[in-house]
């Protein structure tokens, strides 16, 4: 019992994991199963735009375009080069975060607003090739009978199965994200969004370290858009507008940016709210659009946005957690 | 404080009256559901909602006599936005519901692709009045047209063209989306084996506003004749800009082009556009006119095309049920496949020979700003 007492106090995120994964032995309709799960990819989605946007201070508004490169990659690597679902699940994101590395070593240079401006650009130019270059996209029509995933020759079939995949990928996203931000890597992103000029004087390689968040986001986002196409199995440009990446910057200002929580809690908002309002039929949008207006009037930050939360993945110490914000000084105690 | 605690418990009280709100059916004591996945807001909203005026006309018709086997028919809507994340969600939803027995929709070919493998694993009817992507159907066992697809409207305009109007080289416009790309390449194919020559094959990118470098280009050509697969928006600015350009062409064309929106907005540089269509209002076959003249009564408006086309998607599933009862989904499909002498408001259908009908299109045209009958 006692066990259980430190593990609530000190580790929260154990018993919401367990919750997780017990969901499925309590709902029997498997279309909210069906929500869970999309709620997952754009959980994903939105922590890898929250590298960029929250963690970094980089504003990226053509994320889709590397979802898309994810699902487009992976597709054509377990049709066309027959490799396992797995191999292709990592093949997408080295290709995402490729595409990645090319777009922020020319652009680094550039600072907010044009950069930015080029984020949108590439989402616009990804759009137009997968919808022209027929040879390879197959172009509107889009690329159909993507197999499902298969592990180790398993192949995934119930949706079951794709929930509790998600589940773990999500969580992947979650503690390695964790993980990175928690060492030098993390304290130098958030050294260049506090100020980048102090972080450089005080010898962070800025350059280097922006270039490898953007890598990174893109290749989280390409790994999202490999379990879209393989769980969806048809795939066409028609899901990768700019629109998409105007939802996941949505999704961060409605959940809050620069923490783990926030984009996770803004995904799922998003997905829900329109599915919820459903009866609505055509009306429903209004109350989404009425939603999102209603959340920047009174918390322009977003849910949970403007504080670091601790999720305390990795230890069991029982001492009191300090939490530094924004403004803090950091001064030893007493 | 006060104000962040209102705003949090009016946020709450709307989510909460969102979801007591329920399913948008009501319950009816031993009915049968059919639910309609369509585009009810977004780009395709207007479509959306013809769908949803002509199934509601179906359906209460229906009801009105009796319903089928004596059990009341009731229409699940569900709006799909065109997104095809969106369909395959409504699809799970209208799987998971044990008294949905068949679904009609989505609108465009990616949503209805998207959402097949759902209703294909579930052995419930998928019939879309209006998804063009040829490979739709094939995808499964399940899935039922309405719409003619490129693959015999291509073919049918190319017969006409090389065969009827006797044009000889032909240069196309298309628009660059699943739907033009399919047209494009079954009406060259026929075409060039009837013995034309294809002088130019021009693609533009959905939302494209300036088309003086194809305009220009095909001038220089001197084509008989071009043809242009695409929607009203481009094709009336095409028309427009070629006119100012002195380019006046003889233009064959889609049924996707019959709206009063075409009249509108292409004004005398349409005149004499030429497009098989589906559905005429003054088609003189009974079925039509019937259709015509209770969409009328009810909704006070000449139906379009696309209304047509859902009609019969309704039609056809209504008449299936009417001879398999509705006890199994699965029978359902049985029912469509046995129909036979289906007489629709966009012509007789018949899933005897596959999935894909066959139709009988109606060649019409634009003569002082009106859509008429054509006569060559």
Known sequence: ?334 | MVKKMVVTSTLIVLILAGASAGPSAVQAAGGVKIGLSAPLTGDWAEYGNDFKRSVTLVMDKINKDGGINGKKLELVVADSRGDAKESVLIAEMFVADPDIIAQIGDFSSSSTMAAAPVYEQAKMVQISPTASHQDWTKKGEFMFRVVATQGYEGPYNARWAVNDLKKKKIATIYINNDWGVDANKYFVGEARKLGAEIAAEEAFTPGEKDFNAIISKLKRLEPDLVYMPTFYADFTAIMNQAERARFKPTVLANSSLFSVKTLEMGGKAVEGTMIPVNYFSSDPRPAAQNFTKDYKALYGADPNQFAALAYDAAGLLTAALKAVGTDSRAKVREGLLGLRGYEGATGPISYAEGRDPAKQLVRIMIKDGQWVLYKP
């Open chain 1, 1 to 334: 019992m006692r066990g259980l007492k430190s593990i609530m106090a000190n580790s929260p995120v154990l018993l919401i994991i367990a919750a997780f994964a017990a969901v499925p032995l309590f709902v029997a309709n498997m279309y909210y199963l069906q929500v869970l799960v999309f709620i997952g990819i754009y959980a994903i989605l939105a922590l890898s735009l929250n590298l960029l946007n929250g963690y970094v201070g980089m504003l990226s508004i053509g994320h889709a375009a590397f979802y898309a490169i994810g699902a487009y990659a992976s597709a054509k690597l377990t049709i066309d080069l027959q490799l396992p679902w797995v191999l292709a699940l990592a093949g997408a994101g080295a290709i995402a975060g490729g595409f990645g590395y090319l777009i922020a070593k020319p652009t680094l240079r550039l600072s907010g607003i044009y950069m930015t401006l080029v984020t949108l650009g590439f989402n616009m130019i990804l759009f137009l090739v997968l919808q022209n270059w027929m040879g390879f996209t197959n172009g509107p029509l889009g690329i159909m009978d993507i197999p499902p995933p298969s592990i180790f020759g398993f192949a995934l079939g119930s949706r079951l199965q794709y929930y509790y995949l998600i589940l773990t990928l999500v969580l992947l996203t979650v503690f390695s994200m964790h993980r990175l931000m928690d060492c030098r890597f993390g304290r130098a992103l958030t050294a260049i969004r506090e100020n980048e000029l102090a972080a450089e004087a005080t010898g962070v390689d800025t350059t280097r370290y922006k270039t490898q968040a953007f890598v990174l986001s893109a290749s989280y986002a390409g790994i999202a858009g490999s379990f879209y196409a393989h769980f969806v199995k048809y795939i066409s440009p028609d899901s990768f507008t700019i629109n998409e990446s105007f939802i996941l910057l949505a999704m961060l200002a409605f959940g809050g940016q620069g923490n783990l929580i926030g984009p996770m809690v803004g995904a799922a908002a998003l997905i829900l709210i329109p599915e919820i309002f459903r009866p609505l039929l055509e009306y429903r949008m209004f109350v989404y659009g009425g939603i999102l207006i209603v959340m920047m009037l009174v918390r322009r930050q977003g849910l949970f946005g403007s504080r670091s939360y601790r999720l305390r993945l990795t230890r069991f110490d029982p001492s009191p957690v300090r939490v530094y914000q924004r403004g803090d000084k950091f001064l030893p105690e007493g």
